[in-house]
């Protein structure tokens, strides 16, 4: 197979890459959104059972005027005045694809927003290859640092990734730890690892439906720095977690981790909840979810189970009750 065809890329004559088959970028909605969710106190997203209807605004604000990164915030209409919690989340598309504003992961912020409830704040990191790694990783600090004031307030604050974006998020927590950041938790959904040596769920995904061998290897081509190999600490576990220390990781709060039985990269998944376990950190590993790589964004019955996973954990992790404005001060919805 062509990896570039496949992934719908080619390159311009000044090195940027032409995304030519990307999803759509949807608007902001500050007037906001209708969503069904599941009705109050209903813990099931099963067909059948009461539904109700948020309003969800969304709002683009700067993040770094340097690095030309911003927020897309996904904020609930909830009755009465509660201190909602905060969610901090990097979409995925392996460095190279997706902005916070492409369709599936609007969708994805959208219903998260007014499921949990809580407001979610969609980092538009920079892209690779224009902007190899680490600038996410430094984009993600920027993201922690805006959220500090937040978490001092006592707003409960979470970190969370889908894909690439989970290592993201992983990266955004350790950044947390060092900057003195409360977090509440770590939601690292189906993270995006290799390594130069296969794994045998790597050797078997030649043919993957969705995240194919060649078109996996051409993104870390494109995303790491240039002349490193996939035994780079910002692509293969082991590496990365030689360098983090087990002292480090074991002050990262809860963490859920998210996978599915047809994923690629589900032998790193093991290796990294098996290191944070080691480490002592609470880890709720859910790794055999049905399907393939990023069927959350596909299938609307692994839309809503991954939604409903997602709320239950941050719901469990914030503190009930709490007065003031839904984020006072982050946006003008």
């Known amino acids: 197979m062509d990896p570039y ?10 090195g940027s890459l032409y995304r030519y088959g990307e999803a759509p970028l949807l608007p902001a909605s500050p007037a906001g959104e209708p969503v069904e969710v599941a009705a109050e106190g209903e813990a099931t997203e099963q067909q059948g059972s009461p539904r109700r209807i948020v309003i969800v605004h969304a709002n683009d604000v700067p993040l770094s005027d340097a690095a030309g990164t911003g927020l897309r915030l996904f904020v609930p209409s909830t009755p009465g005045a509660r201190l909602l919690p905060l969610v901090v989340y990097f979409h995925g598309g392996g460095y190279v694809l997706f902005r916070a504003a492409s369709e599936p992961f ?26 190899r790694l680490p600038a ?6 920027d993201a922690i640092l805006w959220a500090r004031p937040h978490a001092a307030a006592g707003r409960p604050v979470f970190v969370m990734g889908s894909h690439n974006g989970a290592t ?27 390594g130069a040596a296969r794994t045998p769920a790597e050797a078997a995904s030649v043919d993957d439906r969705v ?27 082991e590496a990365m ?24 990269p589900r ?21 055999d979810g049905a ?14 189970e991954f939604t409903a996973q997602v709320a239950d954990f941050v719901r469990r992790h914030s503190d009930a009750g709490g007065d003031g404005d839904l984020v006072a001060g982050m946006s003008k919805l």
């Open 136 to 141: 996410a990783f430094e984009d993600a600090t």
């Open 241 to 264: 977690l030689a360098r983090v220390g087990a002292a480090r990781l074991r002050r990262l709060p809860p963490c859920l981790v998210l996978g599915r039985r047809k994923d690629p």
């Open 168 to 194: 993201i998020a992983f990266r955004a927590a350790l950044a947390a730890v060092d900057a003195g950041v409360e977090l509440r938790g770590v939601i690292l959904n189906q993270p995006h690892l290799s």
């Open 5 to 14: 065809k496949y992934l719908k890329i080619r390159f311009n004559p000044d």
């Open 291 to 304: 399907g393939y790589h990023a069927m959350e964004l596909f299938k609307a019955n692994c839309a809503a």
């Open 211 to 237: 995240l194919p061998l060649p078109a996996n290897d051409l993104l870390w081509e494109l995303a790491l720095p240039v002349g490193a190999d996939r035994d780079h600490e910002f692509c293969n576990p």
């Open 267 to 287: 032998d790193r998944t093991r290796a990294l909840v098996n290191a944070l376990e080691k480490a002592g950190v609470e880890v709720e590993a859910k790794l």
């Open 106 to 131: 609007h969708n994805t912020c959208t219903s998260l927003a007014a499921s949990t409830p809580a407001v979610v704040a969609s980092v538009d990191y920079r892209l690779a290859p224009e902007h």
